[in-house]
């Protein structure tokens, strides 16, 4: 069988190593616009700051793809799929063969509706080439002007992991959101509360509930930004952070469903019998919900790509479903959330626990006794506890008094849960 | 696969299994200089739970498809083939905790050092150096168990 892979990160990776410990005869090729192995997308961060380089955020390095008998064609173009043919056309002309299809082709920046774009210092923040260009441009900069300022549009995950690195690289960065508060897609109000303070406190300025509306300049460099509200900004450099949306370039043309994302089943297949999809570019069955829904967060597009290596050689496995899990540094002090931050309607149960001083919060999110979303900020050690019960549906109606405490472990637990877990895995 | 099981009904709390394992894990395999001059100071990989007059130590599962694998991007984190042993690579490992957000039996532990920049994630690797690992050797209460009783996922 001949199985082709478009896009070489956690989803793609996912799926070449589940189909490799099952089928060691039939070929896989992976196609990838970037010219390198698989890396770490969260990690690109690093890479900003400086701090690390390319082999130290590698993710599979080249000679896994040799022991795994991975065919490789990095640097090349997907550009379409003839579905009836079952052939893939690269840029350069060339086409690929394919029994089995996976689309792993991930996100790309949301380019929000600001004028003046074209200017020359404004970049996304997604790929290695973007945080590295964003470094050596910046590294420039600092050796013939005093100090530099950034605008970072956008306050979410990856508009903070861009705030993150920068600090580090010593230039004044101002975040601007959308909304009243950044993180909003990780933390509740108070989570972000504490974040900003955290961030502010880091000499971070944050701007909240206002947009740029153009990025102004000299010809084709950058020298501020003129906000909605009538604001002015000046800064060097823009980086465009708005968030990011399924990669669909490889659909147009074809009768795959789409929403925001490929639309798959259980079993991350497509409306077409041989084309499977993962990460990123997917929209998914959630694991709460049971709704379809884009979950972008890298365990998942793994996890994602996992189960469609199982299908795609015909072992049936059902996907357990999406699940949000996020672990984001804020600025040195640890944070997780995962599943739901608010509670959608008043039957929910909510504990909380917030403390400014110490800068700790804890927030867990309960729905007919099963736990279904939890914040921790600055005491993480025990987060992947409520991972693991809001996964298994476990439901906590006999130890929901000790949820917030300190020490919660599973000495609070059922003892059957205790055993079956620790004792007697069988 | 062996791994380590507790029997809670006979723990007695003295947490002689971290201790072993603070001194397996550490650089001297001494134990005065383990706890009183190394640094970073070694983390124990098994954890005593507690309360009230209930304890038991809990460490990794080993699982068949770990999530910590799938959590982590800097491929800091592998399964041994061979032995099914979860290994993670200290050095490699850039501390983003998802890990220890993935993990639902809460086996992988954060250790920081701000003084000497430390930060990355531990967890049990069995003492592959040993034939039986530390914690269940020096347990003098026979609350831990090295035995195959069949490798799992909890999801």
């Not at chain 2, 723990?11 to 299994?17: E, M, N, P, S, V």
Request: charged share 25%; proline share 4%; glycine share 8%.
């Amino acid at each position: 069988m001949e199985i082709v892979i478009i896009g070489n990160s956690a989803a793609g990776i996912g799926a070449a190593e589940a189909i490799r410990k099952n089928d060691k005869l039939s070929k896989i090729t992976i196609i990838s616009e970037e010219a390198y192995p698989a890396y770490s997308k969260p990690f690109i961060k690093d890479i900003l700051s400086g701090k690390a380089d390319f082999n130290r955020i590698i993710y599979r390095n080249e000679q896994f793809y040799e022991k795994k008998n991975i065919n490789t064609l990095f640097g090349e173009k997907a550009v379409s799929i003839n579905q009836n043919k079952r052939i893939i056309r690269l840029r350069n002309g060339k086409n690929i063969k394919y029994d089995k299809l996976l689309i792993s082709t991930g996100g790309k920046t949301i380019i929000p509706p600001i004028k003046g774009l074209n200017k020359k210092q404004i970049f996304p923040f997604i790929t290695y080439n973007d945080a590295k260009n964003i470094y050596n441009f910046i590294k420039k900069d600092l050796k013939t002007k005093k100090k530099i300022n950034v605008a970072v549009i956008g306050g979410g995950l990856i508009g903070f992991g861009a705030a993150l690195g920068l600090e580090k690289l010593g230039v004044n960065v101002i975040i601007i959101e959308l909304l009243p508060y950044i993180l909003s897609r990780i933390f509740d109000k108070d989570g972000s509360e504490i974040a900003q303070k955290i961030a502010k406190s880091k000499g971070i300025k944050i701007i909240t509930s206002d947009s740029a509306v153009s990025v102004n300049g000299k010809g084709n460099n950058v020298r501020g930004i003129t906000l909605k509200s009538g604001k002015k900004i000046q800064c060097d450099l823009v980086i465009l952070a708005a968030g990011v949306t399924p990669n669909l370039e490889i659909c147009e043309k074809t009768k795959l469903k789409t929403n925001r994302g490929i639309i798959v089943d259980k079993y991350l297949k497509t409306n077409i019998p041989e084309i499977f999809a993962a990460g990123d570019v997917t929209e998914a069955p959630d694991g709460l919900s049971g709704e379809n829904n884009v979950v972008a967060i890298w365990p998942n597009a793994y996890r994602q790509g996992y189960f469609a290596g199982f299908n795609m050689i015909n072992i049936k496995r059902p996907f357990p479903g999406n699940f949000v899990m996020n672990s984001i540094d804020l600025f040195g002090i640890s944070s997780i959330s995962g599943g739901l931050i608010d509670a959608p309607d008043k039957y929910y149960e909510i504990l909380s626990d917030r403390n400014d001083e110490t800068l700790n919060y804890k927030k867990i999110i309960i729905h007919k006794n099963k736990i279904v979303g939890y914040i921790f900020i600055n005491e993480i050690d025990k987060a992947g506890i409520f991972y693991g019960l809001m996964l298994n549906k476990v439901n906590v109606k006999n130890f929901k008094q000790h949820l917030l405490k300190n020490d919660f472990g599973f000495v609070y637990t059922d003892k059957k849960l205790r055993k079956k877990l620790f004792e007697n895995p069988a | 696969m062996k791994l380590v099981y507790p029997k809670e009904e006979v723990c007695i709390t003295c947490r002689l299994c971290e201790i072993g394992c603070i001194v397996e894990h550490s650089k001297t395999k001494d134990i005065l200089k383990a706890f009183l001059v190394e640094y970073p100071r070694p983390v124990s990989r098994i954890l005593i739970e507690e309360n009230g007059g209930l304890s038991f130590a809990q460490n990794c599962r080993h699982c068949e498809e770990p999530l910590c694998i799938e959590a982590c991007s800097n491929n800091a984190l592998w399964k041994d083939e061979e032995t099914g042993i979860v290994y993670l690579d200290e050095k490699q490992c850039m501390s983003c905790w998802m890990c220890i957000g993935l993990c639902p039996y809460s086996a992988v532990t954060q250790r920081i050092d701000e003084k000497n920049e430390i930060r990355n994630a531990v967890k049990c690797d069995l003492c592959p150096e040993k034939e039986i690992p530390v914690c269940v050797e020096i347990c003098p209460n026979s609350a831990l168990f090295f035995e195959n009783r069949g490798v799992k996922n909890w999801r």
